[in-house]
């Protein structure tokens, strides 16, 4: 998943990304705007995660809803 395409589709999977992941709020979801570095990084700061962990979630959501 590069991240143009990410960036394209975030209209259509940030409703999925508020399932996924239901700590992040609607301002979070607006704010990261399909930028995966974002993503991660509220990931790691609503969920208290590693990066490495983060990275991997994100990743393996993409591979499954992009």
Same mark, same amino acid.
């Given at each position: 998943?590069?991240?143009?395409?990410? %960036?394209?589709? /975030?209209?259509?999977v940030k409703?999925?990304? @508020? %399932?996924? /992941?239901?700590?992040?709020?609607?301002?979070?979801?607006? /704010?990261?705007?399909?930028?995966?570095?974002?993503?991660?990084?509220?990931? $790691? %700061? @609503?969920?208290?995660?590693?990066? $490495?962990?983060?990275?991997?979630?994100?990743? %393996?959501?993409?591979?499954? $809803?992009?």
């Amino acid at each position: 998943m590069d991240r143009d395409r990410l %960036e394209g589709q /975030w209209h259509q999977v940030k409703g999925k990304v @508020r %399932e996924f /992941w239901g700590e992040l709020t609607g301002s979070d979801v607006d /704010w990261v705007a399909g930028r995966r570095d974002q993503l991660i990084g509220k990931l $790691e %700061e @609503r969920y208290g995660m590693s990066h $490495e962990e983060a990275e991997r979630q994100v990743d %393996e959501f993409l591979e499954r $809803e992009i």
